[in-house]
């Protein structure tokens, strides 16, 4: 009888110990909560990554956009909105019988009036803190007609003529760190704006442009930033 009595003591002492299907159910039900949670912070995370990464983007594009507009505006004043045209890439050109005689790549007296306000502007764009720290060059491009001449040489002394006369006007953009954000380049006849050979296209064709360049792994980096946080 005792013997009875001790494994029905032990049978229930076991039971004791055992969950209950209900406590099992009660745990998972907690876990499945805890999930759901986690989830939810993570795409609260997520979504402040995502918008983060937006704005960044957003302002990129607006540094590029507002350089350009700053040039476009101050070019206006000094020579008229219709001798002024923006190209793909935001591109600001400024016809180039405006600022160099015929033939030649030496900055006219006409052109020295445009390019004084110039040079005070692009000493201010890059004192802004908010658009130099994602400038990489303001690149001055020299284009010239399709009138048979050495118009690579042309078009390369004339943009080199334009940053030479900016820092000169402006003595701050002739040293460090101005000097490091300007730069010039020739395209010859190679990227027409206006198509045929009349002399209206052929005027147009013979420009200085301003081509705004970020520095990609400035602002790449900041993306990748924001992305390691998450």
């Known amino acids: 009888m005792r013997a009875r009595k001790d494994v029905f003591a032990e049978q229930h002492q076991e039971e004791i110990y055992w ?11 907690l876990i499945m909560i805890f999930i759901a949670i986690l989830a939810y912070v993570q795409s609260i995370y997520n979504a402040y990554d995502q918008s983060q990464i937006k704005q960044e983007l957003h302002q990129v594009a607006d540094v590029k956009k507002h350089i350009s507009d700053l040039i476009e505006k101050q070019l206006e004043k000094n020579v ?3 001798k ?6 935001n591109t600001i050109s400024v016809e180039g019988n405006i600022l160099f005689d015929t033939g030649s790549a030496e900055v006219s007296d006409k052109g020295k009036k445009v390019l004084n306000p110039l040079a005070d502007a692009l000493a ?15 690149l001055v491009e020299g284009h010239t007609d399709s009138v048979p001449y050495d118009n690579w040489s042309l078009s390369t002394e004339r943009a080199v003529a334009v940053v030479k006369y900016l820092a000169k006007a402006n003595p701050k953009l002739s040293r460090l760190p101005y000097a490091q954000y300007l730069a010039a380049t020739g395209y010859s006849e190679y990227k027409p ?22 520095d990609d792994n400035k602002w790449q980096n900041k993306l990748k930033d924001i992305v390691n946080q998450q």
């Open 124 to 138: 201010a764009i890059i004192d802004e803190k908010d658009m130099s720290k994602y400038l990489y060059i303001i």
């Open 19 to 29: 969950p209950s299907f209900t406590d099992m159910m009660a745990m998972m039900v």
């Open 80 to 82: 008229g909105k219709d």
């Open 84 to 89: 002024v045209v923006r190209g793909p890439n």
């Open 193 to 214: 704006i206006a198509k045929g050979s009349s002399p209206a296209a052929l005027q147009k064709n013979r420009r200085i442009s301003f081509q705004i360049i970020l």
